[in-house]
T-cell receptor, first 109, second 113 residues
């Protein structure tokens, strides 16, 4: 059974600071997804990571994938309040996605 | 067009009501999914349709009944729900099941009273 662990589950940070969210998964997979969810809203796709060593950046967010370590990271650079949301990683299994529990990010001035 | 459209956006229903949630995509995707999401939790898979056939039912109670009339449409029929079924219901689609990107609809916020 594929298991996905995210940490931390809650992250409170100040604007301008950097931080990393970690996503570990238990079985071999070569596709990993990061989603953002605002309160009461649906999931917004942020990154699709398709291969070992993949790195993608969009604005203040950068995601990477190490399939050998079964680890993905989502790095936040110089956080701003607009990044406050819940971030989920999800890993492709045989037929479906398995989600991590999510990281609730709160960025304050 | 990378859009998955869900209707209605909000639904309040009594425990004796029958209602349906609808999901539509025109991306030519052959896999469609229903997820249920409670507050502060990740989405939980309910059903998977592949080429209009039900391929996965994650032991969902029979008061939830999915239907895939054609490759673009997915319905979720609701009957005799319980208050604990109140949640955000998300539809998603992907080109195929397995290793293909899933696109999510905006969700239906369901409240059972």
């Amino acid at each position: 059974e594929l298991k996905v662990e995210q940490n931390p589950l809650f992250l409170s940070m100040q604007e301008g600071k950097n931080y990393t969210i970690y996503c570990n998964y238990s079985t071999t997979s070569d596709r990993l997804y990061w989603y953002r969810q605002d309160p009461g809203k649906s999931l917004e796709s942020l990154f699709v990571l398709l291969s070992n060593g993949a790195v993608k950046q969009e604005g203040r967010l950068m995601a990477s994938l190490d399939t050998k370590a079964r680890l993905s990271t989502l790095h936040i650079t110089a956080a701003v309040h607009d990044l406050s949301a819940t971030y989920f990683c999800a890993v492709s299994g045989y037929s479906t996605l398995t989600f991590g529990k999510g990281t609730m990010l709160l960025v304050s001035p | 067009d990378t859009e998955v459209t869900q209707t209605p956006k909000h639904l309040v229903m009594g425990m004796t009501n029958k209602k349906s949630l609808k999901c539509e995509q025109h991306m030519g995707h052959r896999a469609m999914y229903w997820y249920k999401q409670k507050a502060k939790k990740p989405p939980e898979l309910m059903f998977v349709y592949s080429y209009e056939k039900l391929s996965i039912n994650e032991s969902v109670p029979s008061r939830f009944s999915p239907e895939c009339p054609n490759s673009s449409l997915l319905n979720l029929h609701l009957h005799a729900l319980q208050p604990e079924d109140s949640a955000l219901y998300l539809c998603a689609s992907s080109r195929e099941t397995g290793n293909t990107e899933a696109f999510f609809g905006q969700g239906t916020r369901l409240t059972v009273v």
